[in-house]
């Protein structure tokens, strides 16, 4: 099974590079290629998932590249081929009928092999290869009309961001090395020795922090509003910012082994979830809730990383993925049928596409985490694991609980009118 975990990454990046070479070319072609290669990969990635096979391969002496698919990462692998299928699929009619699809669906596979490779990936330099890959293409992708200049300066803005957060895993590989970290295996960086493991932990959670848009970084994914609404929807719920909730999650074991590392991501993810949620609650554009929501939600995810309570963190970041895209396209479908996403502009739009509607409030009751829900058993659990570590981050993640109904019920009463 080792060569189908290969091919599930090679799949979407092969046809995607395909797809931008050919230009113009293939525009004609680009959509129904996208969509069959997002299949493909979807058909590989529930065996992949079930099999859980193991990549390895020395680069350099004492320098491996590797990839593994196990209880963590086989759900987000299935979890980023369906989103990824059902954003191309969309995109079909989202996009103008004179947008150059070849670029974009070539983009958007590339990404997704990028976010594929991250969360299988057991070394550093696997790790950072997806990270770089998915760094460029999502600067390509929020800006893809490069042409006006608000979406090409939003791009930019992202890029340079989380940039300056991903110099943190550059730290990181470089204190493992002199750290004597066997093959940079992702495994092995909580035995470091004292002092290499603080360094390393500390570059972790610095390019984690700033891919998942958290306090102080959170700011870029409000101007990653500006790309294309299919673009939003990957970006912004499977993948990208998910990438760095789910790499804490991955290295809880080296952010328990420092004695600080835990406390800090704990408080920063209850931080973020309670001051992005109040942002949340007061936007009017439908899509700012959904990105300063995103925001909130991946503090979730990044306090459960700190709380230990990884399985909690994880059931969240595949429940808010799900839940997520299904409202940013929702949200698209609006955009592209009205040209606003001004929630005032959109009061009553639910009754007059009701099965948009009816999917939006499903999305928007998940979201406010209503009782039996998905995001409210995560919620729950993770709750738990901030109540196991300390009485005070627990209220505070109770405080952005109730931010997230208010935020997630405002948005759905306006659009239901």
Same mark, same amino acid.
């Given at each position: ?45 529930? /065996? ?6 193991? @990549?390895?391969? &020395? ?72 990270? &770089? ?14 042409? &006006? ?39 092995? *960086? ?26 102080? @970084?959170? @700011?870029? =994914? ?7 609404? /299919? ?15 789910? *790499? ?6 080296? *952010? ?21 949620? !109040? ?11 959904? !990105? ?11 306090? !459960? ?9 994880? !059931? ?11 409202? @940013? ?24 596409? /009701? ?27 993770? *709750? ?8 005070? =981050? ?8 109730? =931010? ?14």
């Amino acid at each position: 099974m080792a060569a189908a975990l290969v091919a599930l990454v090679a799949v979407p990046a092969v046809a995607g590079a395909l797809l931008l070479i050919a230009g113009h070319t293939a525009d004609r072609r680009a959509t129904r290629a996208g969509v069959g290669a997002a299949l493909v990969t979807l058909t590989l990635a529930v /065996p992949v998932a079930i099999a859980r096979p193991t @990549f390895s391969a &020395e680069y350099l002496a004492g320098v491996s590249f590797g990839a593994r698919v196990d209880g963590l990462s086989a759900v987000l692998t299935v979890t980023v081929a369906v989103v990824s299928l059902a954003v191309l699929v969309f995109s079909a009619a989202d996009l103008a009928p004179d947008a150059s699809r070849a670029r974009f669906v070539g983009l958007m596979l590339v990404f997704s092999a990028g976010m594929l490779l991250t969360v299988t990936a057991t070394t550093l330099l696997t790790l950072l290869m997806a990270w &770089e890959l998915m760094g460029a293409t999502s600067y390509a992708l929020i800006g893809f009309r490069w042409h &006006e200049t608000r979406p090409a300066a939003s791009g930019a803005v992202a890029f340079l961001t989380t940039r300056a957060g991903d110099l943190g895993l550059y730290v990181a590989a470089g204190a493992a090395l002199a750290g004597g970290a066997s093959g940079l295996g992702l495994d092995a *960086l909580a035995t470091l020795p004292d002092g290499w493991r603080d360094v390393v932990a500390g570059g972790v959670v610095l390019a984690a922090l700033g891919k998942s848009a958290q306090l102080p @970084f959170s @700011f870029w =994914l409000s101007r990653a509003m500006d790309g294309p609404s /299919p673009v939003s929807a990957l970006l912004h719920s499977a993948a990208m910012v998910a990438a760095g909730a789910y *790499l804490l999650l991955r290295l809880n074991p080296l *952010l328990s082994a420092t004695g600080w590392a835990a406390t800090l991501v704990a408080w920063t993810g209850a931080a973020t979830a309670l001051t992005l949620g !109040a942002v949340a609650a007061v936007q009017r554009d439908l899509k700012q809730v959904l !990105a300063a929501s995103t925001c909130a939600q991946l503090g979730f995810m990044v306090l !459960a990383a700190g709380a230990g309570a990884v399985a909690a963190g994880g !059931a969240h970041l595949v429940t808010h993925a799900l839940t997520k895209s299904l409202l @940013f396209l929702t949200a698209g479908a609006w955009l592209t049928a009205l040209g606003t996403d001004r929630l005032a502009d959109l009061r009553g739009v639910g009754t007059r596409w /009701p099965v948009v509607g009816a999917t939006f409030a499903v999305g928007g009751a998940t979201l406010a985490g209503l009782a039996p829900l998905s995001l409210w058993a995560s919620k729950e659990h993770v *709750l738990a694991g901030a109540l196991h570590t300390s009485t005070p =981050l627990y209220l505070t993640a109770l405080a952005a609980t109730a =931010l997230g109904a208010v935020y997630a019920s405002r948005a759905t009463i306006l659009v239901l009118g």
